[in-house]
């Protein structure tokens, strides 16, 4: 397999990829490895997890730069990832241990209920390219922590990312059959999900989520999918259209749209939509291009080749349909997978860029006449993950926010995470929670205790 800089196209690494057959001793080291881990205490378990925490930041310049060089992030947006996967780290380190402590729901003289949270085994971890740190360590350190062995496979645009994971959490001492990276593309996730596995955590793309899903479905083991998102917010008539238009251009364009949670429609009260598109536009354009790896850049290259077509595709739609394109709108040719920031205006719900996740430096904005307009809007689509409102009046948000269909909602803000709170999907968004508690119990069983003395 070839590891390449998406940012120029040259070789970074050949690797070689995992096997079925590779795929499988794996799957059969985890298994016995599996009970003494499980029986290791919980207190040693985060012990290693917090030595893993310290080593990813003494190290931080070196796996940024890794991170920028694979997948084309530009080095100050990589700096920010393992920064704030220091936060989620330090959520799962404190909160663990209370979230998994038994519970004792009844207690009689002669009977007792009890709740415990037992790991449930040996997991499978197929994961996306575009936040690694992020969504790796979503899975992987909440089931480490809970007592399950995880098989780790990283995207083929992030495999020097998921070894050097790999490294770091055996040297904080997770012993090598615990922890395995399974190296590879689509092939090598069919084998891993192949293997007798207690549970698999996916996140990617809808269409590979269905297809997961299908294999996995009669198996009955615990499933869970964060899928991709279309997400929605509305610009209400009263709010400060340059803060509003500088959020949102940045929620976005960040990352060079390529965040499950980066905006992905808006919609504008027509009473300030030319002003917010003016400053929207301004913002977008005020944003250096360029080298990934210089300090200045805002945005890089695409990670993946064929999300060229896609945005070509969407803005030829758009611009069939009645959209004005207000900047960008192609590739930029030089070697690499370099796309213009691309604005639209005159958005409607005919257009694929309204509907498809884009996954790219590109947004699509629609006028609307008043709250109930946008809200259906905002509703109009198969996915769910976050959607946002821009307003000074929280009542009004608030009221706008509780009829969404989405797992996130922000008012004044967006493509925002937290450790704190839950993260999922509703729709094509997917099944299943990552972070908060509720993120750590995903990773275990209850077993209920009738205790009859
Ligand atoms: P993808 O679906 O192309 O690939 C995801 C992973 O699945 C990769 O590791 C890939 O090798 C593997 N894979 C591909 N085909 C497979 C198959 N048939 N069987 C098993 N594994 C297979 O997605 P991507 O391009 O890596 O990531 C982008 C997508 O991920 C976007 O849709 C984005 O919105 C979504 N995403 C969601 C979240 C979230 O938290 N909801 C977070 C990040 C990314």
Same mark, same amino acid.
């Given at each position: ?7 120029d ?18 799957? +059969?080291?985890?298994? +016995? ?11 040693? $378990?985060?012990?290693?997890l917090?030595?893993?925490?310290? +080593? ?8 940024a $730069?890794?991170l ?10 990589a ?8 936060g989620r780290?330090?959520?799962f380190?404190?909160n663990?241990?209370?979230?998994l402590?038994?519970?004792t729901?009844?207690?009689e ?13 040996v997991?499978a ?9 992020f ?11 809970a ?12 495999? !020097? ?7 770091l *959490?055996? @040297? ?15 092939a090598?996730?069919?084998? !891993? ?11 990617g ?17 615990k &499933?869970?999918?964060?899928?991709? @998102? ?8 009263d709010?400060?259209v340059?803060?509003?238009?500088? #959020? ?7 990352n ?9 429609r *808006?919609?504008?009260h ?10 929207? &536009?301004?913002?977008v354009?005020?944003?250096k ?5 210089a300090?200045?850049?805002y945005y890089?290259p ?19 349909k009645?959209?004005?394109? &207000?900047?960008?709108?192609?590739r930029?040719?030089q ?21 498809e ?13 008043n709250d ?23 009542? $009004? ?6 009829r ?7 008012w ?8 704190r709170?839950p993260w #999922?999907?509703?729709g ?7 972070l #908060? ?5 995903a ?5 209920a205790?009738?205790?009859? $003395?």
């Open positions: 397999m070839n590891v390449c800089n998406p940012a196209g040259s070789l970074i690494r050949e690797i070689a990829e995992d096997s079925a057959a590779a795929v499988a001793a794996k799957y +059969a080291r985890a298994r +016995a490895s599996h009970p003494a881990w499980a029986a290791t205490p919980l207190a040693e $378990r985060l012990e290693k917090a030595l893993f925490r310290d +080593a990813v930041q003494r190290q931080r310049e070196r796996l $730069r890794t920028t060089q694979e997948t084309g992030k530009p080095i100050r947006q700096r920010a990832e393992l920064e704030s996967f220091d780290l330090k959520f380190l404190e663990t241990e209370g979230v402590a038994a519970e729901v009844l207690e003289t002669d009977l007792k209920e009890q709740i415990t949270h037992e790991p449930l085994g997991i971890n197929i994961s996306a390219w575009n936040y690694p740190w969504v790796g360590g979503n899975v992987i350190v909440p089931a480490l922590a007592g399950n062995a995880v098989l780790y496979k990283p995207s083929e645009f992030a495999t !020097l990312t998921g070894l050097a994971i790999g490294e *959490l055996h @040297g904080a001492g997770v012993p090598a059959d615990v922890f395995q990276v399974v190296v590879g593309a689509g090598t996730g069919t084998a !891993l999900i192949q293997q007798p596995v207690d549970g698999v955590f996916f996140t793309s809808y269409a590979t989520g269905a297809k997961i899903a299908a294999v996995c479905a009669p198996r009955m083991v &499933l869970q999918l964060e899928l991709g @998102g279309k997400d929605p917010v509305y610009v209400c008539e709010a400060d340059a803060t509003a238009a500088e #959020s949102l251009a940045d929620g976005a364009m960040y060079a749209g390529q965040s499950c949670c980066a905006v992905e *808006l919609y504008v027509e009473k300030i939509y030319d002003a917010f598109v003016e400053h929207f &536009l301004k913002t354009r005020g944003w291009t360029g080298d990934p790896s300090d200045d850049t890089g695409l990670a993946r080749a064929p999300q060229l077509g896609v945005l070509e595709a969407q803005i030829a739609d758009a611009i069939a009645g959209g004005v394109l &207000l900047t960008g709108g192609k930029i040719a070697p690499g997978n370099w796309f213009e920031p691309t604005v639209v205006a005159n958005a409607n719900h005919r257009m694929s860029l309204m509907r996740e884009s996954f790219g430096p590109v947004i699509g904005i629609e006028k609307v006449k109930d307009e946008a809200l259906a809007l905002m509703n109009d689509t198969e996915y769910g993950l976050t959607a946002g409102v821009y307003t000074p009046n929280e009542a $009004r948000a608030k009221l706008i926010l509780a969404v269909n989405s797992g996130s909602v922000y004044n803000c967006c493509d925002r995470v937290s450790p709170l #999922s999907g509703i094509h968004s997917g099944v299943g929670v990552t #908060s508690t509720y993120g750590i119990l990773f275990t069983r209850p077993k205790w009738h205790l009859r $003395r």
